[in-house]
């Protein structure tokens, strides 16, 4: 069954302390994507990799890190220095650039 | 820079009447158009791409390029299209990187 796999769908941490969302897919596709998703605010854009081993900054990437060692795999890792960490967070993923994106399930992250 | 303006945050309709769900944009050059929707408990899926110009669950959209426009409609209203609406463009201008509006709630009352 392709598609994208996020995990966890929900965490709760301490403020002070990192924690990696999963992203995995088995589509194929080269260009992965980490939104985040706030009421009234839509989906803003924190990192995105069109190819393995290189990721750029979205509009909202401080407080946040990523890698892309694999081209299945996009984790995103929300850090002790982003302000306010408690949201939705979405990773999608594309085969080809400015085509359809296809979204994971998302994971709700509360920080108490 | 790309943008999506979506006005309304929530629109309000019952059962059979026409909706349309506003989407302007700014880019320069020739932007591709998309409508995501997200139904309650469902992940974030695509509705209908202008290229395609296709219908989708009776919901139709139009590229107006004179006035930066992609408003999304509908003539009879269902239920089960209550859902969050999200308009989305990507170009190479922005190298593809998808930038999406804020969103319209849809709510269809019976």
């Known amino acids: 069954d392709g598609g994208i796999t996020q995990s966890p769908k929900y965490l709760f941490r301490k403020e002070g302390q990192n924690v990696t969302l999963s992203c995995e897919q088995n589509?194929?596709?080269?260009?992965m994507y980490w939104y985040r998703q706030d009421p009234g605010q839509g989906l803003r854009l924190i990192y995105y990799s069109q190819i393995v081993n290189d990721f750029q900054k979205g509009d909202i990437a401080e407080g946040y890190s990523v890698s892309r060692e694999k081209k299945e795999s996009f984790p995103l890792t929300v850090t002790s220095a982003q302000k306010n960490p408690t949201a939705f967070y979405l990773c999608a993923s594309t085969g080809l650039a400015g085509r359809e994106l296809f979204f994971g399930e998302g994971s709700r992250l509360t920080v108490l | 820079a790309q943008r999506v303006t979506q006005p309304e945050k929530l629109l309000s309709v019952f059962k059979g009447a026409p909706v349309e769900l506003k989407c302007n944009y700014s880019y320069s050059g020739s932007p591709e158009l998309f409508w995501y929707v997200q139904y309650s408990r469902q992940r974030l899926q695509l509705l209908l791409r202008?290229?395609s110009r296709e219908s989708i669950k009776g919901f139709t959209a139009d590229l107006n390029k004179g006035e930066t426009s992609f408003h999304l409609k509908k003539p009879f209203a269902q239920e089960e299209d209550s859902a969050m609406y999200y308009c989305?463009?990507?170009?190479?201008?922005?190298?593809?990187?998808?930038?999406f509006g804020r969103g319209t709630s849809l709510i269809v009352h019976p």
């Open positions: 989305a463009l990507s170009g190479p201008g922005g190298s593809y990187i998808p930038t």
């Open positions: 589509l194929n596709h080269d260009a």
């Open positions: 202008h290229i």
